[in-house]
């Protein structure tokens, strides 16, 4: 018999021992599957999509009284815990205004997951401020992996269910560190990133320069310092909380709610004397450490293209780079190119306007378009590939005049031929317009496991 029945959710208490046949119920107009199976010991779960409201721990209380001999007594407490759970709170949270949470230890910015039962799930969430373009991005260290590491880190509305992980339900969306996967509104994940590990830094944070329509933002992850995908996503009437959340024992997260993306960087930054490995500041899908850029994306489509670009465009005194490719990975669709300041984060070099680039799995050059021509050999592992490039001299102009515009704006609006090498000798030239902000240093990777060495001043002069 149905024994509980509210706003399209349905609970089916059946005899120990007797078998269900869910085809045998009769299906609501919404067409909605049944959410919950509940014998007399117990509430399975499984992978179903729940509703955004749980009546979980107040079934189980009256499954405790009814075994007491009591069916489903009720009293005035029941029914305010009623209107709780409706509005998403958890009746083993808190909440105090700041925070919210459940099921978790808190201390001071650490987080702590302490349950070992496979459906319990702790949540954080930090009321203390809405997403805004003024606070848009937080970051979240894996201090401890624990189990398995079930850990959920993303945006959510503010009275979201403290027993879901973020992504889950409706008015959420989140990245979850053991698959990869982007949940986002649903309990069906789809695929996004690599998974993450004990260590990594996970950030989370809102593109509000993105104008994609009303009452919709672009949500962004970050990984160690580099872009790993973004998603475009309806924000709910309250606005979004940042939200995390745990589902496997020992689970240990510190939160930095100080964090800023992408991360402020000094005037030193662009000097001459900094190490020039420091200068790759716009990562995605990449990461860097001792001078090593490593592809982290899938490597499943088009649309999982790595990027590190630098944070100084070429010039006349410092207009030539180059990469070794330690890895060549499982294609080795490595290239290398100078694109526009805002080149799409996703994209290979080259493929979109305001870039050139010579790819390494073809030897083909791409000149703002998807479509490459013959340009020189391919280049495999062990192989180093330069990009350079230089200012052609106008009509009545003296080279003074060209030092000194090139330097002062890296030649907006000029013809430039850019050139590129393979081990040291020149594979052939491009005549290109420079754009709005100069030409910027790229490098970008495509397929699992491609890894290569950066030099941003091999030459100088």
């Not at 290398?336 to 994209?347: E, F, K, N």
């Not at 021509?373 to 590939?385: I, K, L, S």
Request: aromatic fraction near 10%; proline fraction near 5%; glycine fraction near 12%.
């Amino acid at each position: 018999p149905r024994v509980c029945s509210k706003e399209n959710f349905c609970v089916f208490l059946v005899a120990e021992e007797t078998i269900l046949n869910v085809n045998s119920i009769p299906k609501h107009s919404s067409e909605r599957k049944v959410d919950y199976v509940m014998d007399e010991n117990e509430l399975l779960f499984d992978d179903l999509d729940m509703p955004a409201f749980d009546p979980f721990a107040r079934l189980h209380r009256r499954m405790q009284g009814h075994r007491a001999g009591g069916l489903f007594d009720s009293d005035d407490d029941d029914e305010e815990e009623d209107d709780d759970l409706l509005d998403g709170a958890d009746p083993e949270g808190y909440e105090d205004g700041i925070v919210r949470s459940a099921r978790v230890i808190i201390e001071e910015d650490t987080v702590t997951f302490t349950h070992d039962a496979y459906d319990d799930v702790g949540v954080y969430q930090s009321l203390e401020q809405p997403m805004s373009s003024e606070f848009n991005y937080y970051e979240v260290e894996v201090v401890e992996w624990g189990a398995h590491g079930r850990i959920g880190i993303g945006l959510a509305r503010d009275n979201y269910p403290l027993n879901r992980q973020p992504g889950w339900n409706h008015g959420s969306v989140a990245y979850h560190c053991d698959d990869g996967k982007l949940f986002q509104n649903s309990g069906f994940g789809r695929a996004f990133a690599a998974p993450s590990q004990e260590g990594d830094v996970i950030g989370c944070g809102i593109d509000y320069s993105a104008e994609i329509g009303r009452n919709r933002v672009r949500v962004f992850f970050t990984r160690n310092g580099s872009e790993i995908g973004q998603s475009n996503v309806e924000v709910p009437p309250s606005g979004f909380f940042p939200t995390v959340g745990m589902h496997s024992k020992g689970e240990t997260l510190r939160l930095n709610f100080r964090a800023r993306w992408p991360p402020e960087q000094d005037d030193e930054m662009i000097g001459d004397n900094l190490d020039p490995n420091a200068k790759w500041s716009r990562l995605s899908k990449i990461t860097k450490k001792d001078g090593l850029l490593s592809y982290i994306g899938l490597g499943q489509s088009d649309s999982d293209g790595g990027i590190a670009q630098s944070c100084v465009p070429l010039t006349r005194c410092n207009h030539y780079f180059e990469l070794e490719i330690v890895d060549s990975g499982d294609k080795g669709y490595v290239a290398i190119g100078i694109a526009r300041q805002d080149y799409p984060t996703y994209r290979h070099p080259g493929w979109n306007p305001g870039s050139v680039a010579y790819h390494a799995d073809d030897g083909k050059l791409f000149h703002g378009e998807g479509r490459g021509r013959e340009f020189g050999p391919a280049c495999h592992q062990g192989d180093r590939m330069g990009c350079g490039m230089q200012f052609l001299k106008e009509e009545d102009e003296d080279d003074d005049e060209l030092d000194i515009e090139a330097d002062a704006d890296a030649g907006e609006g000029r013809k430039v031929e850019v050139f590129f090498t393979r081990n040291g000798k020149r594979v052939g030239k491009e005549i290109s317009t420079v754009p709005k902000g100069g030409y910027f240093p790229i490098i970008g990777m495509l397929s699992r496991g491609e890894k290569v060495r950066a030099d941003l001043t091999p030459l100088s002069g």
